[in-house]
Structures are given as structure tokens and as C-alpha cells.
């Protein structure tokens, strides 16, 4: 050991800014607000079912009766918006074209009149608009010779908005990721008098891993091939400004990515790109991930899930899709 000083970092010292919690909150830079979160439902017809998603630990698909107790409760928790999906209560109801995607009689349609009736305009009611549940072959669109067909698809697509819309959808976000679709859907909607309807447009979707547990609650896995025809190879981030851009001149009010944790740098760049609201869909394998590390002791979930939804935050994520919610904010995790 020498006897010389130790070193000194001088003026500045960026600790100051960490010294205690109330200095560290004072200078955060991230904030996130309960209202700033949507949350995913899976509707089930019967009215007092629930039927846990195995892959997804806490979360369950929910009869209408069961859901409405679940959105009240977020409701008191600041969680103002929700999302729902829904497949057919038989999949002997699947068909070629997926008709029964726009069904008045549908679950997701109901479960919509039920929460607006019950709760108004507290509540925020979007739709995922898609025919992947409902195709026998679970193809978000029309399949002609093993090929997903873009322009026959768009009609059904434009059917299945415009059953939410009437059923007095506040949303709908089409989740296809065909060709022209936000342009066909405004138009649709525009023409059966709900030009006030917004559109939220999954417009930079990944062809993702990460989809897996979503697929086994939606019923909704491609019976051959995959999804790489119409969604987004994982290589490219120019492509997202293509599609952003697209969805933003065919009439989006809102654009989103999906995945979120694997696509920050995607998020950040739409952001900087369009000034419509962004959100980012933080998807069933990126939560089933944290749930089952966590299960195993292997992770502390409070502190990982924080980090992940800041990190959304961060990027430049305005409304944040996630399964996470209810429990950050029950656990005070942000
Ligand atoms: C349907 C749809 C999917 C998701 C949302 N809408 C699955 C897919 O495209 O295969 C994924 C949501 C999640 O994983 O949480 N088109
Ligand atoms: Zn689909």
C-alpha cells in the first residue's frame, strides 16, 4: 500500500442524485400511471365460467359475469381500458372463413354491450380484430392453396370491426397484419355511421416466439405453417417505419408494437417517428417468462416486472398492453 491519496472524482458526483428515495424519485425520469395501462381479457361465452391459462399463471378466460366483476376491480385500481378476445365456445363453430368472428351473438360482442351497459364511458372497451380464432385453420385471414390471401381477407376483417363497433366497441385494434386493412376498416366504420370509433393498429407486429402461451388460450395456433407470410421478420426495423407509416396515412389513431422487451429499440424508433400515441404490447411469452422464473425463486417479480414495463416507458411506450397490471399496481411495484 503507497500513502498516496485515493483518487477523488472531484466536483461532480452523480450519487448525490441516489442518495435516498426521495432524492432518487425526485429526479426519476419515467413515470407510469394506471391509466397509461390496457388490459388483455379473454372472454369465454358461458356467463359464470373460468378456466385458468395454464401457461399464463393468474390469469384465467373469463364467462361475462366473471369479467365484469375482474374490470370492476381494476377499476377501482386506476385501470381504465381493457382489451378483449374471444373464440368460438365450440371449435366445431371454426370455419374456412371465420364468420363466426362477426356473430352479434359472439362472446366478445356480448361481453362489449354488458361492460358498456354496465360501466359507460369509465371504461375503455377495444376489441382485437381478428379471424385467427375463428378459422378452422387459425390463419388470421382467408387460406387459398396454403397461401393467406391479402384482399379476400379484408372484407371479414372489416365485418368483424364493424360487429364490435355496433355492439359500441370504444376500440378496435386489428391484429391481421393484411395489406390495407386499417384503410378498409376506417372506411367500413366510416360508412356504418362509427366514424368515432378509434382504431388502434397492431402496425409493427413481429412474427414472434413470444406469442406461444396467447395461442393456447386463444385457441388460435395455424394448424400448418406459421404466421411469417404476413408478420414481421424479427431482422428488420426499417420495415417497422414502412408499416407505421402506412397505418398512419390509412387512418390509425393509434399505432402499436408487439412484442415490447425484444423491440425496445422498435418502439423508440416509431416514436421518434410518427407523433400519434404509441402503445406496446408486452405479450403472454414475455409474462409467462418473468411468472415462471419467479415460480422458481430464480427472479424477484416485483422487480423485474418494473423493470420491464419502465423499460417500455423508456422507449417511448405512451399506453403499455399488459397482463402485468393489476398486480404492479396492487404490489406498489412501480
Ligand atoms: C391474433 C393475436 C395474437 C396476439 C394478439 N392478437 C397472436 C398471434 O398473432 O399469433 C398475441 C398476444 C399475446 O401473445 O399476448 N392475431
Ligand atoms: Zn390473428
Not at 452523480?14 to 426519476?28: E, G
Not at 378476445?85 to 372463413?97: L, S, V
Request: net charge negative; glycine share 8%; hydrophobic share 40%.
Amino acid at each position: 500500500m503507497s500513502d498516496t491519496p485515493p483518487y477523488s472524482p472531484g466536483r461532480i458526483r452523480p450519487r448525490r442524485l441516489r442518495k435516498n428515495q426521495v432524492v432518487r424519485d425526485l429526479v426519476a425520469e419515467t413515470h407510469i400511471s394506471p391509466s397509461q395501462f390496457i388490459v388483455p381479457h379473454f372472454v369465454l361465452g358461458a356467463e359464470n365460467e373460468e378456466k385458468a391459462i395454464p401457461s399464463m399463471p393468474g390469469i384465467s378466460e373469463l364467462g361475462i359475469e366473471n369479467l365484469v366483476k375482474n374490470v370492476s376491480a381494476d377499476l377501482k385500481l386506476g385501470i381504465r381500458s381493457v382489451l378483449l378476445f374471444g373464440h368460438p365456445d365450440d371449435a366445431t363453430h371454426k370455419t374456412p372463413d371465420g364468420k363466426a368472428a362477426w356473430d352479434q351473438k359472439g362472446a366478445v360482442q356480448r361481453a362489449v354491450r354488458r361492460l358498456k351497459s354496465e360501466f359507460g364511458n369509465d371504461l375503455i372497451v377495444m376489441t382485437d380484430v381478428c379471424l385467427c380464432a375463428y378459422t378452422d385453420h387459425g390463419h388470421c385471414g382467408i387460406v387459398e392453396n396454403g397461401y393467406v390471401l391479402n384482399d379476400a381477407s379484408l372484407n371479414p376483417l372489416v365485418h368483424t370491426a364493424l360487429s364490435h363497433a355496433e355492439a359500441g366497441a370504444d376500440v378496435v385494434a386489428p391484429s391481421d397484419m393484411m395489406d390495407g386493412r386499417i384503410a378498409a376498416i376506417r372506411d367500413g366504420l366510416d360508412q356504418g355511421g362509427h366514424e368515432n370509433v378509434i382504431l388502434l393498429a397492431y402496425a409493427v407486429k413481429y412474427a414472434s416466439g413470444y406469442y406461444g402461451p396467447f395461442r393456447d388460450a386463444a385457441d388460435s395456433a395455424p394448424d400448418r405453417g406459421d404466421r411469417q407470410g404476413y408478420q414481421m421478420d424479427p431482422r428488420n426495423l426499417l420495415e417497422a417505419l414502412r408499416e407505421a407509416e402506412l397505418d398512419e396515412q390509412e387512418g390509425a389513431d393509434i399505432l402499436m408494437v408487439k412484442p415490447a422487451l425484444a423491440y425496445l429499440d422498435v418502439i423508440q424508433t416509431v416514436r421518434n417517428a410518427s407523433t400519434l400515441p404509441l402503445a406496446a404490447y408486452n405479450v403472454s411469452g414475455e409474462y409467462a417468462a418473468v411468472k415462471a422464473a419467479a415460480a422458481n425463486g430464480w427472479l424477484d417479480e416485483a422487480k423485474v416486472v418494473r423493470e420491464n414495463l419502465m423499460a417500455i416507458r423508456r422507449a417511448g411506450a405512451d399506453q403499455i398492453i399488459t397482463y402485468h397490471a393489476r398486480d404492479a399496481i396492487k404490489g406498489k411495484w412501480l
